[in-house]
């Protein structure tokens, strides 16, 4: 569907933006610094982290759905 294939063709912007997100936090949950912080400040990160992650995943599921829907329709 038109709904389907504008969905799938923003996919890749959603992704690399949570990707990007998900280095930079990863990144600085490797600083030496990192557990110096507010034990509040580490616990939503790692929470933030974790979401991050399941979205991730929840969107390459769901670009690959609609790679496969748009491959047999073709």
Known sequence: TMKERKELEGLPALIEKCDAEQTQMIDNMASPHFDKKDPCKII???????????ELSKLYARWDYLEKRRAALE
């Open 44 to 54: 939503e990160s790692k929470q933030r982290l974790a979401l991050i992650s399941a």
